[in-house]
């Protein structure tokens, strides 16, 4: 089924650049959180009206997905308003009692330029047919003391629900990292990968938890009894580290999805310069040319070398005027772009 969506009544029709300096002059302090819910939400519509109204008048900004299985939202609220922003929250009858994950670090812009609310089919792109299996046989949650325990046990095996260019930068020790790009894929995938560990325990993580739980319950339909997740996820598990003084087997960074593109768990750096593919790097940047935009991990040498650009064509294709510009961005994307998915690359020795 096509995936659908509508745009907010209240458009917002500034540029990007705008957007970006807008939210630039905006100084007061934020807070970046996340939460998902799988509830039944019978009207998405009208829902998204009452989140817009109230959202916008506090002044939030974030990325938000509402569908009749429930919502899924990342969002960046101003610290003076966090108290009446928490309140309205779990005062709406959908909401009640939902847990937040708060960002590990802050940037230092916003981690949003904007407030936008979707309305979709679903608040996760899984590709899934749920009426083909019981979506709500999730597997159990794992604390982050639990899941220490698995990393390290031989009888079980952990699995990053999450896609390459987020493993890269950073997953737990002796986690499967499946090399796909979208969850999609991962959904199909993982059952095969998982075949020769059909009596281990299974243990999966995402960023923040809402992903496995559809995976466990996908994993329990094809025929893997013990299946167990993260709760809230890498950023749940990071803050459950600090305060109760754990071991952090989480090597790396956190890749988040939003102008800060990931937040520091560890202090180690595990992943490599795209482009010269021999110092140590885990900042993700996109390609300057916007017809590119491809995300990849970038050294500061590097980055300042070829001014922002992934290669140097892409940057002698932003040179071109703007009317040969836009036949050269229909050729990429229908030619070019599907060959080219973000490519793990492997350090050189
Ligand atoms: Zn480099
Ligand atoms: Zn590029």
């Not at 070398?305 to 064509?313: H, M």
């Amino acid at each position: 089924m096509a995936q659908s969506s509508t745009t907010t009544p209240l458009r917002d029709l500034r540029s990007r650049v705008q957007k970006r300096a807008d939210a630039a002059a905006d100084t007061r302090p934020r807070v970046t959180l996340s939460f998902y819910r799988y509830v039944q939400i019978s009207d998405p519509e009208s829902f998204k009206t009452r989140l817009l109204d109230k959202w916008q008048a506090f002044g939030c900004l974030g990325r938000v997905y509402v569908a009749q299985e429930g919502i899924n939202a990342q969002m960046s609220v101003p610290t003076e308003y966090w108290p009446e922003f928490d309140a309205w929250v779990q005062h709406q009858p959908e909401l009640t009692g939902i847990p937040y994950k708060m960002a590990v670090e802050e940037g230092e812009l916003p981690s949003f330029f904007k407030l936008m609310i979707k309305v979709k089919d679903k608040i996760v792109a899984d590709g899934l047919d749920d009426s083909s299996f019981d979506v709500t046989d999730t597997g159990a949650y794992l604390t982050a003391a639990q899941m220490n325990e698995y990393v390290t046990d031989p009888d079980a095996i952990v699995v990053d629900m999450r896609n390459n260019y987020e493993s890269e930068v950073g997953h737990f020790e002796s986690a499967l990292t499946p090399d796909v790009v979208t969850f999609k894929d991962e959904l199909q995938k993982t059952p095969e990968l998982l075949r020769v560990h059909k009596n281990k325990k299974i243990a999966l993580y995402c960023t923040g938890g809402i992903r496995c739980e559809k995976a466990s319950a996908w994993l329990k339909h094809n025929g893997f009894s013990d299946v167990r997740h993260l709760k809230g996820g890498i950023i749940d598990y990071a803050h459950q580290v600090k305060e109760q003084g754990l071991e952090n087997k989480f090597r790396g960074k956190n890749f988040v999805f939003d102008e800060r593109l990931g937040e520091r768990v560890g202090e180690e750096i595990i992943s490599t310069c795209h482009l010269c593919k021999s110092q140590k790097s885990d900042t993700h940047y996109h390609c300057q040319n916007q017809i590119c935009h491809t995300l990849f991990i970038g050294c500061a040498g590097c980055v300042e070398k070829k001014k922002g650009y992934c290669s140097f064509v892409c940057r002698q294709i932003d040179r071109l005027p703007a009317s040969t510009k836009k036949t050269v961005a229909r050729h990429y994307n229908l030619k070019i772009r599907k060959r080219r998915p973000f490519q793990k690359t492997r350090p050189q020795r």
